[in-house]
């Protein structure tokens, strides 16, 4: 078994660190462990499956420990560094030059990194599409558990239940000034906002950061999934893909960390971003068209079926470890 050690920066609950539980869990031909470099609730989420986890404390990413740090990586023989951007980690870098152990970097945001001297993986197409010609990059696509996000046929009810689920900074302002218009019009829809504290009312629920294991019960009673997330933010966003997964219609804006995953008309309804007009009318034509929203809905399980299962994307990434320590001459056995 290839050992593999993970880098973490953080130990929230965010899709980074859903996106490398994953990997975690579902490789077949590694051994992992992580380094996660400060406290979260996550930790405890990674010890419950028994993958090994250690704090290893940083300040501005400066791991402050740096002899246990390297104790650590060199118990593996290849290193995953899972970052956002380069910004103030080139002491992280170094150190992992340093173990002369085979190391590769997952970009999971849209940012642009320097010219690197290791692979590089991009999890979205237009992440991969912004880098420096020189980098060598692949592009491996972000994945979902489908056996815990597992298809519920909806029940027929009078509410239409429309439910966002992210952080509220990922989340375009106009977001609530459309959703109070399609309130207004619409008296049988609902909403509900998952991740954001707030004081709810009878048709609005604020329901608060949930666990990730909390999450597809909400889904599976959600009609419509509306979200409007930045351009140039994200990189591939795991709550379209937790949304696909469980058969839910979704309304999304037209922007990079959506578009590999869904197609307009198919999967779901693209708008342009900041058209609040356009956002309206699609959520509107959604409550009103329960076929339309049926169609979408089983286009969207289809797809995050036959494209995004987790225990693929994982296949993919043991793949590609092999692949570049053959191409460094390394000789691992299986």
Same mark, same amino acid.
């Given at each position: 078994m290839l050992k593999v050690a993970h880098i973490l920066p953080w130990a929230n609950y965010g899709g980074t660190e859903r996106s490398v539980k994953n990997l975690c869990q579902f490789s077949q031909k590694t051994d992992p462990f992580v380094l996660v470099l400060s406290d979260g609730e996550m930790i405890q989420e990674f010890r419950k499956i028994e993958i090994p986890i250690f704090l290893t404390p940083a300040v501005d990413y400066e791991i402050i420990d740096e002899e246990r740090a390297l104790s650590l990586l060199m118990n593996a023989d290849l290193i995953n560094l899972h970052i956002l951007s380069f910004r103030n980690k080139e002491s992280l870098y170094q150190l992992l030059k340093d173990t002369r152990k085979p190391f590769v970097i997952t970009l999971r945001y849209f940012n642009k990194l320097p010219v690197l001297d290791c692979p590089i993986i991009c999890v979205a197409s237009a992440v991969r599409e912004l880098q420096e010609p020189a980098n060598d990059c692949t592009t491996i696509l972000n994945g979902v558990d489908l056996s815990a996000f597992a298809y519920r046929r909806k029940q027929n009810k009078d509410k239409v239940i429309l439910t966002r689920v992210c952080r509220p900074s990922r989340c375009a302002e106009y977001f609530w000034p459309v959703l109070e218009r399609v309130l207004e019009t619409f008296q049988n829809a609902e909403l509900w906002i998952v991740g954001e504290d707030g004081t709810s009312t009878d048709r609005i629920k604020f329901l608060g950061v949930r666990r990730a294991s909390e999450i597809p019960d909400i889904l599976a009673q959600t009609d419509i999934f509306v979200y409007t997330p930045h351009p140039q933010r994200g990189a591939m966003d795991n709550c379209v893909l937790e949304?696909?997964?469980?058969? $839910?219609?979704?309304?999304?804006?037209?922007?990079?960390?959506?578009?590999?995953?869904? $197609?307009?008309?198919?999967?779901?309804?693209?708008?342009?971003?900041g058209d609040q007009r356009a956002l309206e009318k699609a959520i509107g034509s959604l409550i009103r068209d329960k076929s339309l929203r049926r169609i979408l809905s089983q286009n969207a399980l289809r797809t995050a079926r036959e494209r995004f299962d987790v225990v693929n994307v994982a296949k993919r990434y043991e793949e590609f470890y092999f692949s570049f320590l053959a191409r460094s001459h390394e000789k691992i056995s299986f």
């Open positions: 949304t696909m997964a469980m058969g $839910t219609a979704c309304v999304l804006s037209d922007v990079e960390c959506v578009r590999d995953a869904v $197609t307009h008309l198919k999967e779901g309804l693209l708008v342009p971003y």
